[in-house]
């Protein structure tokens, strides 16, 4: 018979409920507040903003869709894809042929080097909504309905390659899968030009004409970000994702405990192919036409930058990234232009430096020695160097002339993406999220000195002589005691 609990429990339990209760309703109160503000914030940058920024922060909102969808596979279920550039070229060519204006289907059908035949030419939303005698659909006014089908479509044709693609993921595990996707990007891209899919994608020519009222809108492209971080959230938090995280920690222990790998690996890379087809669409949208040179591997490329230096498998870090990404490739174009040699030593000091700050800041946060390792000095020592050469060598006339970097955008995201790689090798927000408490200071990981005392204590052997002696004895065994329990044993 089992006894009721005291007036004491019940009162704590109480209390601790109602706390909780408290705290969801503060949470909810806030992130309105916040969606509020964002809210206000794109209203501000649609009207004000310059053509040139709106088409940034547009950018950024759909890449954000297309690396949120890879961190699903790379992030959270521990798999490395290289091929999401092929979710895109499929999602977006299927939202580019659906919603080609008839004006351009007539102009590349009169053109000598189409590719379309007239079964592909007819692939329109326009004649799919006629023939089910939805003509008010049909008219400019509804274009954006038009549009979104479209999108829903590339979104599950690209789910369907995310299928194909999955199901060697049952076979195959680390760098031999992620050079199967990688082969699919490049396969269907490949596959585009030739007269095998060419009537569908008009090969090299590809698409111009796309409507671009979606692609480039504040509104519709923020809307499609915060609907793929609540799913992608709510995903991660259900039964499905925590399989996938238990997959990406150790898939025997998963399997043993029940998960379906088959099953849930193959979810995983449909659900982000359709995520992936959406932003390819949009992407579509937001240059106004659809080429193979637009999806190439570069953009895999930019999403694992932003993964990596986000956090890996966390989505509110994967955004972080990705504004990082799109600001250094909207407005990278002065650092590909003409310097004089010490700009550039100068300025590869002074970035040499901040990584070796960063680093040291990161490492005091830790709770667990937090010294500073001998490769951050090392590190800040060449950055300072550099930057002392760069000052001092005009006097010796040394570095004279300039120097052109091509392609310095992507060389400074490489270097970036080492440079995260070395230091802090889970990203800057690592596995964690952004929220409430957070923000709030409620749960401080900064430890006291007080801690850290303690913590160097129960570590260091010098320190700590009793605890380093009775660990010893638990890992060597007793001679004596091994003897006797062997006579007792010939008993």
């Known amino acids: 018979m089992s006894r009721a609990p005291s007036p004491a429990v019940r009162a704590d339990v109480l209390a601790t409920s109602a706390l909780s209760g408290r705290k969801r309703l503060r949470d909810a109160l806030l992130t309105l507040v916040g969606l509020a503000l964002l809210a206000l914030l794109i209203a501000f940058i649609d009207a004000e903003g310059t053509t040139r920024f709106k088409q ?135 596959l585009a030009s030739t007269s095998l899919l060419g009537p569908f994608t008009n090969g090299s020519l590809g698409y111009t004409g796309v409507p671009a009222q979606i692609g480039r809108s504040l509104w519709w492209t923020f809307g499609f970000l915060a609907l793929t971080v609540f799913v992608m959230t709510k995903f991660k938090t259900s039964s499905y994702g925590r399989a996938l995280q238990g997959i990406r920690e150790d898939e025997i222990a998963a399997e043993a405990m029940g998960v379906n790998l088959a099953y849930h690996k193959v979810l995983a890379f449909a659900l982000s192919a359709f995520f992936a087809g959406v932003a390819g669409g949009l ?47 909207q407005y990278g174009d002065p650092l590909e232009q003409v310097y004089p040699l010490t700009t550039w030593f100068a300025a590869a000091g002074v970035l040499v430096l901040l990584a070796a700050a960063g680093a040291l800041v990161l490492r005091s946060r830790r709770r667990l020695r937090p010294r500073v390792p001998p490769l951050v000095l090392v590190v800040g020592a060449v950055g300072l160097a550099a930057l002392l050469f760069a000052l001092v060598a005009p006097s010796f006339g040394l570095l004279q002339g300039s120097f052109q970097a091509f392609g310095m955008r992507a060389i400074l995201l490489a270097l970036l993406l080492l440079t995260i790689m070395i230091f802090r090798p889970e990203g800057i927000m690592g596995r964690a999220e952004f929220s409430w408490a957070w923000l709030l200071r409620e749960h401080r990981d900064r430890p006291s000195d007080e801690e850290r005392a303690q913590d160097a204590w129960l570590t260091n052997p010098e320190l700590n002589p009793d605890r380093t002696a009775a660990l010893r004895n638990l890992r060597e065994p007793d001679p004596q005691a091994e003897r006797r329990d062997d006579q007792k044993g010939a008993r």
């Open 56 to 190: 940034a922060c547009a950018l950024f909102a759909i890449w954000g869709v297309a690396a949120i969808s890879l961190n699903l596979i790379n992030g959270t279920t521990g798999i490395l894809s290289l091929g999401h550039h092929g979710f895109m070229l499929v999602g977006g060519y299927t939202t580019a042929l659906l919603t080609l204006p008839e004006i351009r289907r007539q102009q590349i059908a009169e053109s000598a080097r189409s590719q379309m035949n007239d079964f592909t030419l007819g692939l329109s939303l326009n004649n799919g909504l006629r023939a089910l005698g939805l003509e008010a659909l049909t008219t400019p006014e509804t274009l954006w309905i038009r549009f979104l089908i479209a999108l829903f479509i590339g979104g599950l044709v690209a789910a369907l390659f995310g299928l194909l693609v999955g199901i060697p993921s049952l076979r195959l595990r680390g760098d031999y899968l992620a050079i199967v996707t990688f082969g699919f990007g490049e396969i269907i891209r490949l």
């Open 283 to 329: 992407y579509t949208s937001w240059l106004s036409g659809a080429r193979l040179d637009y999806f190439l591997f570069t953009l895999t490329f930019f999403f694992l930058v932003a993964i990596s230096v986000g956090g890996t498998g966390s989505y509110t870090g994967v955004l972080l990234g990705t504004a990082l990404v799109v600001f250094v490739r």
